[in-house]
């Protein structure tokens, strides 16, 4: 598998799959929702390498990293995977540093990157901030990796006024591998 193969699988989980009862917060979306469904992609010897965040989790990949995928056990969570991925998947530009949710690397050395944020839409209206964030993050994330998804669940009903240059927009990201998916949670 590469990872434009894997990337539109899991676009098509994100897109497709019911997210799960109880997502309070973004940690909860990343933990409960985007991360299975990457994870559930994914066989052995496929050729996809996943990294994301711990969360506190001290099991490790053995015998090691590297061999693992091949002779060993790929631990999900795997806070050395997490750490040397900064590495390769992190983006240091005009004084900041940006890690992101979820980052793979196929058997070729080509990497896609998750972003993912969790908003209310009060009033019909997502925050201006938070959008604008994960837009940037994406960009920023394309200046390094083949391709890009972010995701954003929302909460409340956006008006649909505000909807109108969105389908140019994701046009225009869609165009660079950049993939945008705003789901409705709970």
Known sequence: MNILDFCRSLISSLTRNPIPQGIRNEVDLERKFVIPAAWNIVRPNCGIRISSHPWNNKRQCAPDCQSAPISGK????????????????????????????????????KTLAVEVKFVGAKGGRKPNSEIQRLLGQCSLAKTKHDAVIGLCGYRGSPDPRWERDTQTVRGWFKRGDIFLIFRAVG
């Open 74 to 109: 790929v631990e999900k969570g795997c806070p050395r995977c997490w750490a040397e991925s900064k590495k390769w998947a992190s983006v240091a530009a005009f004084g900041t540093h940006h890690d992101f949710d979820l980052v793979a690397r196929d058997s070729k050395g």
